[in-house]
Each structure stands twice: as structure tokens, then as C-alpha cells.
């Protein structure tokens, strides 16, 4: 875990009042090196469950550590386990935001022969994306 993260998520009892100094931490360290462990990527989940995840300059940061860290920092490098999907839709749960969409679309996007019950998940975020044009 990097040092930013660490501070931040040992820091952070109470998320909703996570300082815009906290805040702009966790994005520059995202942006900057991705994500390091399973725990900064569910930090990113909570963050994103209390609204902090939004807007042009966080949420395509967050959408890319995400998949950069499922589908390149993984083992094996280019594929999703099936543990890793596992987990990651417990992440994303039965409601999956348009945050959970997203990651899930761009690891479909990006993956070599992607879980195919991320399917519905990826259409959904695709939908979504013609709807916005």
C-alpha cells in the first residue's frame, strides 16, 4: 500500500468527512502510480459509495487505476480470474453505480477473454455511454 493511501484510509473513520486535501491525495497518488493492493481498490469503492468519486478530473482516474490493477497488476497479467471477478463484483454489488459500470466496461474493453458475467454489466455502461452522446 503507498504511503498516501495508508494515511488516508487509516485516517478516514468517518469517509464523509474525508478532507479536499485527503481527497486530492488519494487522486494525485492514483493518477500517479495506480493502485498497489485489493484494499486501495476497495477504498476507491468507498469512496465512490459516499459521492466523492465524480467529475471530469477523478472519476476517469479511478475507472483506469481500477482496470489497470484487475487486468495488469493481476496474475495472470491481461486475464480476470475468476477470483478477482469474484471479488470485484462483490465490490460493485446488485445496484452496480455508474462507477462500477465503468470499471467494468473498460476491463471488458481491455481484458483478454473477459468473465462473460461481466457481459450485462459492460452492456448497461455501454448503453449508458450512447445515451450521453
Known amino acids: 500500500m503507498t504511503m498516501i493511501f495508508g494515511g488516508q484510509i487509516d485516517n478516514a473513520v468517518d469517509l464523509a468527512s474525508l478532507p479536499e486535501q485527503g481527497m486530492r491525495a488519494v487522486r494525485e497518488a492514483t493518477s500517479r502510480s495506480g493502485l498497489a493492493s485489493r484494499e486501495e481498490a476497495e477504498f476507491l469503492f468507498m469512496l465512490d459509495r459516499i459521492g466523492h468519486i465524480g467529475g471530469p ?49 473498460a476491463i471488458v474493453q481491455e481484458a483478454e477473454q473477459p ?19
Open 57 to 105: 478530473d477523478w472519476f476517469p482516474v479511478a475507472v483506469r487505476a481500477m482496470r489497470d490493477f484487475v487486468v495488469w497488476e493481476r496474475r495472470p497479467t491481461g486475464h480476470v480470474t475468476e477470483a478477482d471477478a469474484d471479488w470485484l463484483l462483490g465490490l460493485i454489488g446488485d445496484r452496480p453505480t455508474a462507477f462500477g459500470r465503468a470499471v467494468v466496461f
Open 115 to 133: 468473465p462473460p458475467r461481466f457481459g450485462e454489466i459492460a452492456m448497461r455502461a455501454a448503453v449508458g455511454r450512447c445515451l450521453l452522446v
